[in-house]
């Protein structure tokens, strides 16, 4: 089973700053497989980014993915207020999905 | 407009069982695959089973053998019957839309429902 492992568990950043958010896979995944949503408190979680790098629809563009392999990547690049928010990687493998445990992103 | 709404959860005793129900609209569940996600109060997001187009489902080793995920195609529902529950399955359970064949990800959710285990 493919475990999935996000850094830093928290970051704290300004408006405007560039968010660098990891996962981390134990084995290779298919870049198709790799997905960010983002969850808002006490909100269903939304779809952000899909095949590691392909933003969902109504996605703004300061939100990218990148990556493969084993390691993975989602950027924020102006940070706006709203971005408060968990996000959290999943990876899809032998019919199954798992997902990482999140980062917290905190708005100063 | 696609839209999921999840009903069924509540306060359950240990050993107990409870059925979530998961109804869609705006598109039908025999179309794609779906799933259910558990979070737990506080804490990260949690697969719990898919079923897929011909009907095969799987489930996390977490749940196997006391979940069952269905789907009604005529009501346009999909399912999940809880089994001897335990205090850690207290959590939101989401139903969760798969994107379609070859598309590894759920593109819409439920507003999800309250499952309490305690005595």
């Known amino acids: 089973e493919i475990v999935l492992t996000q850094s830093p568990g928290t970051l704290s950043l300004s408006p405007g700053e560039r968010a660098t958010l990891s996962c981390r896979a134990s084995q290779s995944v298919s870049s198709n497989y790799l997905v960010w949503y983002q969850q808002k408190p006490g909100q269903a979680p939304r779809l952000l980014i899909y095949?590691?790098?392909s933003r969902a629809t109504g996605i703004p563009d300061r939100f990218s993915g990148s990556g493969s392999g084993t390691d993975f990547t989602l950027t924020i690049s102006r940070l706006e207020p709203e971005d408060s928010a968990v996000y959290y990687c999943q990876q899809y493998g032998s019919s199954r999905f798992t997902f990482g445990p999140g980062t917290k992103v905190d708005i100063k | 407009e696609v839209q999921l709404v999840d009903s069924g959860g509540g306060l359950i005793q240990p050993g107990g069982s409870l059925r979530l129900s998961c109804a869609a609209s705006?598109?039908?569940?025999?179309?794609?695959?779906m799933n259910w996600v558990r979070q737990a109060p506080g804490k990260g997001l949690e697969w719990v089973s898919v079923i897929y187009l011909g009907g095969t489902t799987y489930y996390a080793d977490s749940v196997k053998g006391r979940f069952t995920i269905s789907r009604d195609n005529s009501q346009n529902t999909v399912d999940l019957q809880m089994n001897s529950l335990t205090a850690e399955d207290t959590a939101v359970y989401y139903c969760?839309?798969?994107?379609?064949?070859?598309?590894?990800?759920?593109?819409?959710w439920g507003q999800g429902t309250l499952v309490t285990v305690s005595s």
């Open positions: 095949g590691a790098s």
């Open positions: 969760a839309r798969g994107g379609g064949f070859g598309k590894y990800y759920f593109d819409y």
């Open positions: 705006g598109f039908s569940v025999s179309t794609t695959y």
